[in-house]
Nanobody, 123 residues
């Protein structure tokens, strides 16, 4: 099994940037597609972005297209989420997750989850 630990969250002003990291340990990282989800208070878990096992394909929620970029550094067993032009509505706990086959946008299909990292965007 793969274990996931997120980092890089924090407080940023609207228009600013953050880069989230998700470090994976355990089973071979390349076996998993990876996704980022977020959850704001009182709301359900929302898909943000996902990337294939090879890193050659990715998928984004409409709300973050053109602002967020997902990537993976295979040598370091890490997946990143670069977030630019942040908005107050991006504030949430961000989770990374591992999927055994596909870069799905459905949270229920993911097998492993990290504990999350808080992102707060002030207006």
């Amino acid at each position: 099994q793969v274990q996931l630990v997120e980092s890089g969250g924090g407080l940023v002003q609207a228009g600013g940037s953050l880069r989230l990291s998700c470090a994976a340990s355990g089973q071979i990282f390349a076996n998993y597609a990876m996704g980022w989800f977020r959850q704001a208070p009182g709301k359900g878990r929302e898909f943000v972005a996902a990337i294939s096992r090879s890193g050659g394909n990715s998928n984004y929620a409409d709300s973050v297209k053109g602002r967020f970029t997902i990537s993976r550094g295979t040598a370091k067993n890490t997946v990143y989420l670069q977030m630019n032009s942040l908005k107050p509505e991006d504030s949430a706990v961000y989770y990374c997750a591992a999927h055994l086959s596909y870069y799905s946008d459905l949270a229920d299909e993911y097998n492993r989850w990290g504990w999350g990292t808080q992102v707060t965007v002030s207006s």
